[in-house]
């Protein structure tokens, strides 16, 4: 027992070493990521705490404030169309029991005049645009704007049609696959691997056992951002459906494991940004950035732009 001790423990001891150096300088084993944007400014559903969400007006409002990236989900109606929804079921945006993908793109009701903030309990967003926005029309009004479109269903001819879009408006680098499941992202990359990709719900996982067990250093990654909740937001701003996330242990728990400033240092050693969400109160947005967030994901556009605006003339 002694002999194998004798030799096990010195092995640790280098596996260790090794491993934090390399966690602190991962450019002597991985060339650094250079994508063709770099935000710190993002706006949640195109800004929805200030316009109705995801409007063509959202989205004008957001870049005038100054946002560097505009965040989406998208959807295909019965006629071929990619809309910019964050729901397939219109029930919540519309008060009308429909999806997305029974209707033709003319026949798609009206947003409701007074919508609820999603992450921002209590809070309502109105404005003069009431119309579902095409993600082409998005593309065209925005042709410099990055944007991050969360695909929700293993939709081939969605995700066809989405990266067709892409490429018809030549924005292949300025455009960001998202996606909580490994499978649908599977098929995005598939379909088109020139976009860069974010880290899925799965992935996510393995990225923190990586980063636990010390073998993050020396694992290749191929995502281009992590974008994940803060979790300080949920049961404050965010009230979540699920009843496991309600309890204050379990947030607690996962705030201590993901927000680890180490890990954020280290993918963004790796060009890999960093994207906090959803951060409505500037105590949040502080937060965020003081963990080690590259960039802050918000549904008040010109919140964040404020706060970034006053924390640099102190600076």
């Known amino acids: 027992m002694s002999g194998f001790l004798y030799f096990i423990l010195p092995a640790l001891g280098g596996y260790t070493l090794t491993s934090v150096y390399l966690l602190k300088n991962p450019h002597i084993l991985h ?3 250079r994508t063709a944007f770099y935000c710190t400014h993002i706006s949640h559903r195109g800004g929805c705490g200030e316009r109705i969400e995801s409007t063509i007006e959202a989205f004008t409002h957001a870049v005038e404030q100054g946002t560097q ?6 959807h ?3 006629d071929g169309h990619v809309v910019v929804s964050h729901d397939e079921n ?6 009308h029991n429909v999806t997305v993908s029974s209707l033709n793109a003319q026949d798609l009701p009206f947003y409701k005049d007074r919508l609820e903030v999603t992450f921002y309990a209590g809070r309502y967003s109105t404005g003069a645009d009431r119309k579902f926005a095409l993600l082409e029309d998005v593309f ?5 704007i990055p944007v991050s479109i969360e695909i929700k269903e293993n939709n081939s001819q969605l995700i066809k049609k989405v990266s ?6 030549n924005r292949e680098d300025i455009t960001v696959w998202a996606s909580v499941s490994s499978s649908i992202m599977e098929e995005c990359c598939k379909t088109n691997s020139s976009m860069p990709y974010s880290f899925t719900m799965k992935r996510g996982v393995l990225l923190l056992l990586l980063f636990y067990s010390g073998l993050l250093p020396f694992v290749p990654l191929g995502e281009s951002l992590l974008q994940f909740y803060l979790p300080r937001i949920i049961n404050r701003t965010f009230i979540p459906e699920k009843r496991i996330l309600r309890n204050s242990m379990v947030i607690s728990l996962l705030e201590k494991i993901t927000m680890r400033k180490s890990l954020f240092k280290h993918l963004a050693a ?4 960093v994207h906090l969400f959803v951060c409505n109160e500037e105590e949040d947005i502080k937060a965020a950035l003081e963990v080690g967030a ?9 919140l964040l732009s404020s706060y970034f605006c006053r924390n640099r003339s102190q600076e």
Do not use: A, N, W
Request: aromatic fraction near 8%; include cysteine; glycine fraction near 8%.
């Open 31 to 33: 060339k650094r990521k």
């Open 69 to 74: 990236m505009l965040e989406m989900d998208c």
């Open 76 to 78: 295909l109606t019965h």
């Open 90 to 95: 219109l029930l919540r945006q519309t008060g």
């Open 140 to 144: 065209r009004k925005f042709p410099e």
């Open 164 to 169: 067709e879009l892409v490429k018809c408006f």
């Open 270 to 273: 790796r060009g890999i940004q």
């Open 294 to 302: 590259t960039g802050v994901m918000s549904d008040y556009p010109s």
